[in-house]
């Protein structure tokens, strides 16, 4: 684990820890101290800890004008013991929401398991982000989703179809987010 490193090809753009409005300004990595551990696997120095022990993240992109942000997740999700929504949703997404993201993006390639408990918290994101808001969901596992859909929290969530094979690497930040909101207006319309 600890050779996958978050996604650096935007960082031209965007750079959480340089964004005044961004949870993590300020934060300063390295590149060859690796302090952070998944289940005793260390993990690239490079993620960033929003203080759970299994899910770590990775702000790639924010666009305040357009109002979304594109987060990178590796590790486990678990709701039943670290409660890994109530950590994501009070400590990074109310920050960014609070700013007025209501799109989120969330790349799930390296999620590994999940973990249920309520949906209280999923619940609250979603009327949290409005009519106009949504959180989609990019190359999450089969059996992540399989998981979401009998905790019953997929309906908080856009995934499936060409979202679940998106080659998101080749695109820049916002050639992402305007096919995502394409195959979303689809859906919907």
């Known amino acids: ?77 678990n709701d039943a013991i670290n409660n890994d929504i109530m950590t994501l949703k009070r400590d990074i997404v109310e920050d960014l929401s609070y700013r007025g993201i209501n799109k989120f993006i969330l790349i799930g390639e390296n999620v590994l398991n999940f973990h249920e408990s309520d949906d209280s918290y999923y619940e609250e994101w979603f009327e949290d982000n409005g009519d106009e808001g949504w959180i989609a969901l990019l190359n999450f596992r089969e059996h992540v989703l399989k998981e979401f859909k009998k905790a019953r929290i997929d309906y908080y969530f856009i995934y499936g179809g060409e979202l679940d094979d998106f080659d998101w690497r080749k695109f820049s930040p916002g050639q992402v987010f305007g096919n995502v909101s394409k195959i979303i207006n689809k859906r919907l319309s």
């Not at 005044?20 to 960033?48: A, C, K, L, M």
């Open 1 to 77: 684990m600890h050779s996958i490193e978050p996604f650096y090809n935007w960082q031209h753009l965007y750079v959480a820890a340089e964004d005044v409005d961004s949870p993590f300004f300020g934060r300063e990595y390295s590149e060859f101290e690796y302090s952070n551990t998944i289940y005793n696997y260390y993990i690239h120095p490079q993620w960033d800890d929003m203080g759970s022990e299994t899910l770590y993240i990775k702000i790639l992109f924010v666009d305040y004008d357009e109002k979304y942000a594109i987060i990178e997740l590796i590790g486990e999700w």
